[in-house]
């Protein structure tokens, strides 16, 4: 291994682990093209991802947790369906052509996109009419107005669209098929799913998606391991530069507005979405 490549692996590795910590992806968007760029075969790109994801996600929930911004109920919760479904998910990616694997996955992006739009609308709106509940009683009892209520002071699960325990099976599930079906670490799809049926923050989905993501690294780079496709040396390295970047960025997200976070997320996914056209265009025209 070169200097060069050294320094490539590790500032890789850097930013996935940056990019893990703000918006609860696991690098593997990232670090498998860069790994194939590198020349080595896509299954070793695939597994050699899953050990620096590995590491990466451990240091920055681990950082979550001493925080106080993890709840490891709910990781199990969402982590363990999610590990299941993802060996039913992995199965029926062999079925499909590529190309329309890809192009579906594309959609989803889309759908992503536009669906934590409408929920953050829909929150705004159960917002709003709380507010208009606390300015009635007090205006019908004859006190000051306070301040508008914040989502902390929103009845609890009040956001939930269905029962909590049924949205984390459902979260996970749905997490783990598309995560197996279409070869992503999941965080693209669980950060939506739980904003959408658990009724979180995107902080604390970003959060929680992170931890869910150690679950199933483990358990994707334990079954390359024992097919002899993890490079330990370079997934080490990365790993390495992951467990730093994600270091700065887990202490900075709960400083940034929720609103910006939002919006960087929504833009990763349609970035990522006109990569993932692309590659399936290029599927189709090469047969």
């Known amino acids: ?14 930013f996935a682990g940056i990019l893990a910590g703000f918006l609860g992806i696991g690098g593997g968007t990232v670090l498998v093209p860069l790994l194939v760029a590198l020349n080595y075969a896509p299954v070793q790109a695939v597994a050699t991802s899953g050990l620096s994801i590995v590491i990466t996600a451990i240091s920055g929930s681990i950082q979550n947790w001493r925080m106080g911004y993890l709840s490891l109920s709910q990781v199990a919760g969402i982590g363990f369906p999610a590990v299941i479904t993802a060996q039913i998910g992995a199965y029926l990616a062999g079925i499909f052509p590529p190309y329309l694997l890809l192009l579906s996955f594309g959609l989803l992006l889309w759908l992503n996109i536009y669906l934590i739009e ?12 709380a507010e208009q509940g606390e ?13 508008p209520i914040t989502n902390y002071q929103l009845p609890q699960n009040s956001n939930i669209l269905f029962h909590p325990t049924f949205a984390k099976i459902a979260t996970g599930s749905a997490a783990g098929l598309l995560a197996g079906l279409f070869g992503v670490g999941g965080g693209v799809i669980m950060v939506p799913l739980q904003i959408l049926l658990l009724g979180e923050s995107i902080k604390t989905a970003i ?51 929720d609103r910006i976070v939002s919006l960087a997320f929504r833009s ?8 993932i056209f692309w590659q399936a265009w290029q599927k189709f025209s090469n047969g």
Request: proline fraction near 3%; charged fraction near 15%.
């Open 207 to 257: 959060q929680t998606s992170l931890g869910v993501i150690v679950i199933t690294a483990i358990s994707a780079t334990a079954g390359h391991a024992a097919r002899g496709n993890v490079l330990w040396v370079v997934g080490l390295i990365l790993g390495g530069g992951g467990l730093l970047g994600v270091q700065v960025s887990t202490r900075f997200l709960p400083r940034l507005p």
């Open 268 to 275: 990763l996914l349609a970035i990522l979405s006109i990569y």
């Open 118 to 129: 409408v929920r953050k609308r829909v929150t705004a709106k159960k917002k709003a009419e």
């Open 1 to 14: 291994m070169t200097i060069s490549e050294l320094l490539i692996l590790g500032a890789a590795g850097l």
């Open 135 to 147: 300015l009635g009683e007090q205006a019908g009892q004859g006190e000051n107005p306070q301040l």
